[in-house]
Every structure is written in C-alpha cells, then in structure tokens.
C-alpha cells in the first residue's frame, strides 16, 4: 500500500472515531422498548459476554443476533417499525418510509434518505456491482419502483402493482439491505471516488477491480470490515482473520430501555475461534456466556452435568421447522416406475402412515418431540390441527390397502412389494449426512417399512452433490429439514409450498420451469400442485392481511392432504446454554431463522450482566 494511500485511510479512520466519539448517543426519536410486554427486567450497562465460533465468516450471526431491522417482527410476529420511525403501506403498492431524527450510524454520521438514494441508484442499479440487477424484492411484474426522496428523513417506494415481499424482505433474518452507509463508501465508487487512491486500493487488496473493492469493504450481512459502520447493536472492531473478534456496543445505537438508557446495555460480544467439534465441550467448561450455535441435543445430558461448576443454565427450546427431518419424495424422477409412483398421492399418503412416529419420538427426541407432519407450528397464527395431523396416524393396515389399491398389490418371496413395472419397492433415500440424528430415524423407518413390504436403503452424500442429483431428476428420494417458516404468518412468502425452485426436492422440475419463467422444465402436471402454483401468484397478487391468509390456509391444506413432503417429528429442542450472570434470556423460547432470528427475537441489546 502506498504512504499517501496509507494516510488517507489513517485520517479518514481518524475523523470518523472522533465523529463517533463526538456524536454518541441515540436518536432524538428513539424506539422505547415495552419491558412490561416483552417480560424484561430494567438492566444495567456494562460488561462483556464470550460466545464461540467455528469460523470467521460467523461473524454473520452477529447480525442474525442483534436484531436491528428497518421493520421487526414484534413477540407476536406482527411486523413494526424499528430502526425506521414509521412506514405507510397503502396496499401493498405504496410504501413511505420515515427515519428517526437525529439517527446515526455507528461513526457518527447521519443516517438519511441518501443512504437509501446511493444504494438504489449507485449500486442496485450499477451492473458492475449487481450483475442481475435490483434485488427480486425490489421488483413486482417484473418492474422495479418508482422512488421519491421526500425530504431527509423521508423516501417513498411505488409499485405499479402490489410486492407483498418487500416488507418480510427488510424483516429477514438474512435482510435486503435498501441502504448503505454512503458517506463511507463512496471512496470505493468509481462515480465518487479518487481514481489514484482507487487504483492503488485494487493493488493493495489484490482485487480485480472497484467493484470488488466495494463488495469486500461494503459487507453488511457479515461485518467483516471493522471499518465499515453499523445501525447494529453492536460493531465488530476486529480486522479478520482472527482467533479472537471483538464487537463493541454502536455509540449511536436507536433503541432504549423504559427509563430512556440507551441499549444495548453489553459493552462488549466476543467471538472466540474453536474447533466445531469442540464447542460443546468447551461450553461445558464455562467458556461461554451463551451458546446454541455448534451445540446439538444430543449434547444436553453432558452440559447438564455441568452446569452447576460451570457456572450456567442449560435451556430447551424448540426449533421453529416444520419438522426435524422430512422424506420427499421426488415427484419429477427420471426413472418412470418411480415418477408415477410417488405421483400417486395414495402411494405418499402410505408411506406416511407406514411409519411409528411415536417410536421415533421417544428414541431420538426422548418424547420431546411432536409426531406431526411437515407443516406450521402451533405458535403460527396459520396452524390448524388438520394440518399438523393430516396421514400422521400410525396405521399399517390402511397402508397396506392404500399400496393394494395403487396396483401394489403382488409381492415376492420375501415379502418385499413389486411395482407395477415388476421390479421391488426399493427405496434409495439419499441425504446430506448434515444432521446427526438422520442414520438413526431412517433405520427406524426401514423397519417399519417392512411391515407394509417397501425396502429403505440409505445413500448418504454431500449437500452440492445431493443438490445436482436432484435437480437432475436422479434421485427417487431424499431427506431434508422441514419448512424453515414454521412459525409463519400471512405476510411472509409461501414459497415453500410451491414449485418455484430448481432445488426443491420433491418437485425440481416443476420449479425450474417457474425459476426459469417457462425457458426450462416443465410445468406441473398434476392439478393439485398446479393450483398450488396458482395460489402462490395469487398470494403475490394479495393487497392486504386478510387475503393473504386466506390463501395460505388453502396451501397449506393443499400441502399437507396431499403429503408432498412426509414430516415426522417437530419441535426437536435445541440446548441453550446462558451464563448464570446473563440476565434477561428467557427460559422459553423457539430456535429459528426465520422469523425469530434465532436470539434476535429475544431483543440481545437487553441482555445484562450482574455485577
């Protein structure tokens, strides 16, 4: 790196501490937290916890953790206004959204409308940093928005017709970002930017050119720039690689607690580096603060024991998937015998009934669990009881009629059934090897499965491997984690439920012919799933709440009738483990993505530690 460039970056970095320092504290219009409602304790500032991580990149939970989004999900998953101070939806076409006065990010520079200008204009609409364009998001029919800048405080978005996504989009666990801190990128821009001191940057950083200067110094999702300001909770200030990254509370940070102190009450979050295999163990030892990541069930019984020298609580809380671990079928396999197999939803619906879930359930879940089908969970203001219950009943006789009556009906001397092409009903169920838990439950089923004559073989692989082969129509059946939104609610996408994607096992050729726009694969054949193709447009098309739910109450009656996915157990609990000293982690709480950011739904900024 040149002198000349080495000092820019020096007094830049220079004037933005000092601008930090100068400016700190929250908005004039900050977000008052309700600890009345969200069952918190006043706090006080101060202190650090540890966590542990397997590798940098995790730097990313810091921003699933922390929570702070331009609109959030409140603890009854309606979404509100957060770092935003309001925003006007009109239909689902319009929507006005307006910033907190006085709001700064993390270096102490406003936070305004040119944030959002820059990204729209400069970078979501450069080719050189977004190859494809604005984010799907950001688009309905095909045409991107008109955007008004109002005044600082204040920018509008206007769609010709209705984006039901937009919304849920900023909410994410993984967020569309719409802003970005311009008065700092901007020296990467070519449009803003010295040329000299960019020219020397690329040699420096050895990229390829400006563009991949900004991308790498503009990371919001994974804070690895420690440069880079934040609306975060917390700001990393760890140049990476590092066996040790160290965040610090944002100085500038918009939510405050009930008597007006600024949030987050923490000093400090450190990520510790450790092997993954580890993490656990090290848990165990007291090392961590609050740990959940790397940490698996079958780990709680050694935590336990723990605990009390350690120094901290173990917690069980539920995952937020539709189920722990699902069989799909794939409707779209190359190999014909298997392709009008699985298209019969009477050869789904046996196989589903073929299985003990309850033996599964107190095998591996220790009866934790709940036996239920691939579907939302009863926290969802969606869930029905047909839905969770739809062909879960363990029923071996009316398996058996249900394969008879589909023209299985003859069998070989072993007593394996015989498909309609002669060959027996093997099953090959090919998986990712991922969870830990995946060998035993699929041994369990291959027993249960001989009781209605089909054979289960297991082929594991890995997750790009098992990927190709699906979306190649080469596998007949595989497994994989259930919905991720178990916790849905009417405004979030129903994707899930219909073919829309290459990648979906059950059906990659149907939803490649919708990711493709018609230029690839084939469109559904069967009238259920193509009503389900129909609904999810519709559901695109909704202007309001209630037609939205509407919707999703026919999908997922849909979805789970005619068992395109076979759930088996949900609510697999996830071992937290929470220092003694940390207060304000609930006991009980549900472990998603999405729509509970994993703790983010918990609001971390008000986590405190006694003294």
Same mark, same amino acid.
């Given at each position: 790196?040149?002198?000349?460039?080495?000092?820019?970056?020096?007094?830049?970095?220079?004037?933005?501490?000092?601008?930090?320092?100068?400016?700190?504290?929250?908005?004039? #219009?900050?977000?008052?937290?309700?600890?009345?409602?969200?069952?918190?304790?006043?706090?006080?500032?101060?202190?650090?916890?540890?966590?542990?991580?397997?590798?940098?990149?995790?730097?990313?939970?810091?921003?699933?953790?922390?929570?702070?989004?331009?609109?959030?999900?409140?603890?009854?998953?309606?979404?509100?206004?957060?770092?935003?101070?309001?925003?006007?939806?009109?239909?689902?076409?319009?929507?006005?959204?307006?910033?907190?006065?006085?709001?700064?990010?993390?270096?102490?520079?406003?936070?305004?409308?040119?944030?959002?200008?820059?990204?729209?204009?400069?970078?979501?609409?450069?080719?050189?940093?977004?190859?494809?364009?604005?984010?799907?998001?950001?688009?309905?029919?095909?045409?991107?928005?008109?955007?008004?800048?109002?005044?600082?405080?204040?920018?509008?978005?206007?769609?010709?017709?209705?984006?039901?996504?937009?919304?849920?989009?900023?909410?994410?666990?993984?967020?569309?970002?719409?802003?970005?801190?311009?008065?700092?990128?901007k020296q990467f821009h070519e449009k803003y930017g010295d040329a000299?001191?960019?020219?020397?940057?690329?040699?420096?950083?050895?990229?390829?050119?400006?563009?991949?200067?900004?991308?790498?110094?503009?990371?919001?999702?994974?804070?690895?720039?420690?440069?880079?300001?934040?609306?975060?909770?917390?700001?990393n200030t760890t140049k990476l690689p590092s066996e040790r990254i160290?965040?610090?509370?944002?100085?500038?940070?918009?939510?405050?607690?009930?008597?007006?102190?600024?949030?987050?009450?923490?000093?400090?979050?450190?990520?510790?580096?450790?092997?993954?295999?580890?993490?656990?163990?090290?848990?165990?030892?007291?090392?961590?603060?609050?740990?959940?990541?790397?940490?698996?069930?079958?780990?709680?019984?050694?935590?336990?024991?723990?605990?009390?020298?350690?120094?901290?609580?173990?917690?069980?809380?539920?995952?937020?998937?539709?189920?722990?671990?699902?069989?799909?079928?794939?409707?779209?396999?190359?190999?014909?015998?298997?392709?009008?197999?699985?298209?019969?939803?009477?050869?789904?619906?046996?196989?589903?009934?073929?299985?003990?879930?309850?033996?599964?359930?107190?095998?591996?879940?220790?009866?934790?669990?709940?036996?239920?089908?691939?579907?939302?969970?009863?926290?969802?203001?969606?869930?029905?009881?047909?839905?969770?219950?739809?062909?879960?009943?363990?029923?071996?006789?009316?398996?058996?009629?249900?394969?008879?009556?589909?023209?299985?009906?003859?069998?070989?001397?072993?007593?394996?059934?015989?498909?309609?092409?002669?060959?027996?009903?093997?099953?090959?169920?090919?998986?990712?090897?991922?969870?830990?838990?995946?060998?035993?439950?699929?041994?369990?089923?291959?027993?249960?499965?001989?009781?209605?004559?089909?054979?289960?073989?297991?082929?594991?692989?890995?997750?790009?491997?098992?990927?190709?082969?699906?979306?190649?129509?080469?596998?007949?059946?595989?497994?994989?984690?259930?919905?991720?939104?178990?916790?849905?609610?009417?405004?979030?996408?129903?994707? #899930?439920?219909?073919?829309?994607?290459?990648?979906?096992?059950?059906?990659?050729?149907?939803?490649?012919?919708?990711?493709?726009?018609?230029?690839?694969?084939?469109?559904?054949?069967?009238?259920?799933?193509?009503?389900?193709?129909?609904?999810?447009?519709?559901?695109?098309?909704?202007?309001?709440?209630?037609?939205?739910?509407?919707?999703?109450?026919?999908?997922?009656?849909?979805?789970?009738?005619?068992?395109?996915?076979?759930?088996?157990?949900?609510?697999?609990?996830?071992?937290?483990?929470?220092?003694?000293?940390?207060?304000?982690?609930?006991?009980?709480?549900?472990?998603?993505?999405?729509?509970?950011?994993?703790?983010?739904?918990?609001?971390?900024?008000?986590?405190?530690?006694?003294?």
């Amino acid at each position: 790196m040149t002198r000349n460039l080495k000092k820019f970056i020096s007094i830049s970095a220079g004037m933005l501490l000092a601008a930090s320092t100068a400016f700190a504290g929250p908005p004039e #219009e900050p977000r008052v937290l309700n600890f009345d409602n969200l069952e918190k304790e006043i706090g006080q500032s101060g202190g650090s916890i540890r966590m542990l991580m397997a590798k940098p990149k995790d730097v990313r939970w810091m921003t699933v953790y922390s929570g702070a989004r331009l609109v959030a999900y409140d603890e009854t998953f309606q979404l509100k206004p957060d770092i935003l101070k309001e925003i006007e939806n009109v239909d689902n076409k319009s929507f006005t959204l307006h910033l907190r006065k006085g709001h700064k990010w993390s270096d102490g520079q406003p936070f305004t409308t040119e944030d959002f200008r820059y990204w729209w204009e400069d970078v979501a609409q450069n080719e050189a940093l977004s190859k494809g364009g604005p984010p799907r998001q950001m688009l309905a029919n095909g045409k991107p928005p008109k955007v008004e800048i109002i005044d600082s405080h204040t920018i509008r978005y206007t769609w010709d017709s209705v984006n039901p996504l937009f919304m849920t989009a900023l909410a994410g666990a993984r967020p569309m970002y719409i802003y970005m801190p311009a008065h700092y990128l901007k020296q990467f821009h070519e449009k803003y930017g010295d040329a000299d001191n960019l020219a020397a940057l690329v040699e420096s950083e050895q990229v390829q050119n400006w563009s991949s200067l900004h991308k790498r110094f503009g990371r919001q999702y994974r804070p690895e720039n420690p440069d880079m300001p934040t609306l975060q909770a917390w700001m990393n200030t760890t140049k990476l690689p590092s066996e040790r990254i160290v965040f610090k509370r944002n100085p500038n940070y918009h939510r405050v607690d009930p008597n007006g102190t600024q949030l987050p009450y923490l000093d400090e979050v450190i990520l510790n580096m450790a092997s993954s295999s580890i993490i656990a163990a090290k848990a165990g030892t007291g090392e961590s603060d609050l740990q959940a990541r790397y940490v698996r069930f079958d780990n709680y019984s050694f935590l336990k024991q723990g605990a009390e020298e350690g120094g901290y609580n173990v917690y069980l809380w539920p995952s937020g998937r539709g189920s722990e671990m699902t069989l799909l079928p794939n409707l779209n396999a190359k190999d014909e015998g298997f392709r009008k197999a699985f298209q019969d939803v009477r050869v789904r619906r046996a196989l589903s009934m073929g299985m003990d879930r309850s033996e599964i359930n107190e095998a591996i879940f220790f009866g934790l669990g709940r036996e239920a089908s691939n579907s939302v969970l009863p926290s969802s203001p969606l869930y029905k009881d047909a839905y969770g219950e739809a062909w879960i009943e363990y029923d071996v006789d009316a398996a058996n009629a249900l394969l008879d009556e589909a023209g299985f009906d003859k069998r070989d001397d072993s007593g394996t059934r015989l498909m309609p092409d002669g060959r027996p009903f093997e099953i090959i169920v090919e998986t990712a090897g991922e969870l830990s838990q995946e060998t035993d439950i699929l041994q369990l089923i291959t027993d249960h499965w001989k009781d209605i004559g089909v054979k289960l073989f297991v082929k594991p692989s890995q997750r790009d491997i098992l990927r190709g082969r699906v979306s190649n129509g080469e596998t007949v059946m595989s497994t994989w984690q259930g919905l991720n939104r178990g916790l849905a609610t009417p405004e979030m996408n129903p994707e #899930e439920l219909a073919p829309v994607s290459p990648v979906q096992a059950q059906w990659p050729t149907w939803g490649n012919h919708y990711a493709s726009k018609g230029a690839a694969g084939e469109a559904p054949s069967l009238p259920e799933v193509a009503r389900l193709s129909e609904l999810y447009q519709n559901w695109r098309d909704a202007a309001d709440y209630d037609a939205q739910a509407k919707i999703w109450d026919e999908m997922l009656s849909i979805f789970t009738d005619q068992v395109y996915s076979i759930g088996i157990v949900s609510g697999g609990l996830q071992p937290i483990v929470v220092s003694k000293k940390l207060r304000n982690v609930p006991e009980e709480g549900i472990w998603a993505f999405e729509p509970t950011l994993y703790f983010g739904q918990y609001l971390p900024d008000t986590f405190w530690l006694e003294k």
